[in-house]
């Protein structure tokens, strides 16, 4: 409820049919990109094996 009340701004937005789903989907949503671009940071930037080792590459 408080990153509701964070990202609405008033407490009677976060009640509001569907307010709690839309925020999950925006956090979940910006977990898988940063996560992404987490493994695609350390393969092309830093080159290390991070991808290699999940399973992704030649062994």
């Known amino acids: 409820m408080i990153i509701a009340l964070l990202v609405s701004g008033t407490p ?16 979940l949503l910006a977990l898988l990109i940063g996560h992404a671009g987490a493994a695609l940071f350390h393969h092309y930037i830093k080159k290390d094996a991070t991808l290699r080792r999940i399973g992704f590459g030649r062994s």
């Open 12 to 27: 009677a937005d976060v009640y509001d049919r569907g307010q709690h789903h839309r925020i999950g989907a925006k956090v």
